[in-house]
């Protein structure tokens, strides 16, 4: 096995390939500059050199407010992209693992979504990556699609990260408390995408647990008050905040169909932040 990992720059890809060399897995990661997703000929090429038997997409256009200025940048990396990579994993005979997103949804239903529900994306980032899906399955039938969201993790940037910046400057914060999601582990994510590495169709992986934005900057305040220049965290409504994309309000994925296919339920997203803190955190 030789695993082609791309997205090097990103938190993602970095801990995968961190898993890989603790699983003594032959692998390499690329960044753009090595192996640009746009460029279908030199992806080829670079393909071609390094002879994967399996690829990890992990890079992708995930600047959901800028992809509303730049949509035709956003469905270059998430569909034009995931079409090259597509393409070029089934030429040299790879198995392909392309990472995705929950803003396929549209965050209108109550319940969590599962494998089946139909996308149906509110904004221009959720659009390209739901295309980027399509065209990924269309190439290469046997690919496996990951579904994931909130994502966070040691030195890069997330909703977490940003939240930090903001409990360390700031006297009092305003965090949004009616939007809700799942928060996910970059560790637990990493590890679940070597897990399925040789599965095809569409799987859904989250960390335990339903949370709002303030439900999560109200556990980071609780852990971190004395080390933490924040007083008051107060919540407040998403209409308030004006955003250039449109944000789902109840983006939950369900995670059953990986649970039974690992025989292994993901932990809460408490005990990942713990673990989180206890091997990240310096404030």
Same mark, same amino acid.
């Given at each position: ?7 090097? =720059? ?18 390499? $990661? ?7 997703i746009t460029d279908y000929n030199r992806l080829l090429?670079?393909?071609?050199? !390094?002879?994967?038997?399996?690829? !990890?997409? /992990? ?10 200025? +730049?949509?035709? @940048? ?17 030429? $040299?005979?790879?198995? &392909? ?22 996308? /149906? ?12 899906? +399509?065209?990924?399955?269309? !190439? ?5 699609? @990951?579904?994931?969201? *909130? ?15 903001? &409990? ?6 305003? %965090? %949004?408390?009616?939007? *809700? ?7 637990? @994510? ?6 399925? #590495? ?11 647990? %339903? ?8 556990? @980071? ?6 080390? #933490?220049?924040? =007083? ?6 998403? !209409? =308030? ?10 983006? $939950? ?9 690992? +025989? ?6 408490? =005990? ?10 310096? %404030?």
């Open positions: 096995m030789k695993i082609w990992i791309l997205g090097g =720059k990103g938190m993602l890809a970095s801990v995968c390939a961190k898993i890989c060399a603790q699983r003594n897995l032959q692998f390499i $990661v690329d960044d753009r500059s090595l192996a640009d090429q670079r393909a071609r050199w !390094i002879q994967p038997t399996h690829v !990890i997409n /992990c890079a992708a256009y995930t600047h959901v407010d800028r992809a509303e200025k +730049n949509p035709e @940048l956003a469905f270059l990396v998430n569909a034009t992209g995931a079409s090259f990579v597509a393409k070029v994993a089934k030429l $040299v005979g790879a198995h &392909l693992m392309h990472i995705s997103t929950d803003y396929v949804f549209s965050g209108d239903q109550q319940t969590p979504y599962c494998e089946e529900d139909t996308p /149906c994306p509110i904004n221009v980032y959720g659009a390209s990556k739901l295309e980027g899906e +399509n065209l990924v399955l269309d !190439i290469h039938p046997n690919a496996c699609i @990951l579904r994931t969201s *909130w994502v966070f993790g040691a030195g890069g940037k997330s909703f977490i990260s940003s939240l930090l910046s903001l &409990l360390q400057n700031q006297e009092e914060i305003h %965090v %949004v408390q009616d939007q *809700w999601g799942c928060l996910t582990y970059c560790y637990d @994510l990493a590890s679940v995408i070597l897990n399925l #590495i040789q599965e095809k169709g569409i799987y859904h992986f989250v960390n335990r647990g %339903v949370c709002s934005r303030f439900d999560v900057a109200k556990k @980071l305040f609780e852990e971190l008050q004395d080390r #933490i220049f924040c =007083k008051k965290i107060i919540p407040t409504s998403a !209409i =308030k905040y004006v955003n250039m994309a449109k944000r789902p309000r109840f983006n $939950v994925l369900g995670t059953q169909k990986i649970s039974k296919k690992l +025989n292994n339920s993901p932990r809460h997203w408490k =005990k990942a932040l713990g673990e989180f803190f206890i091997d990240a955190i310096t %404030v």
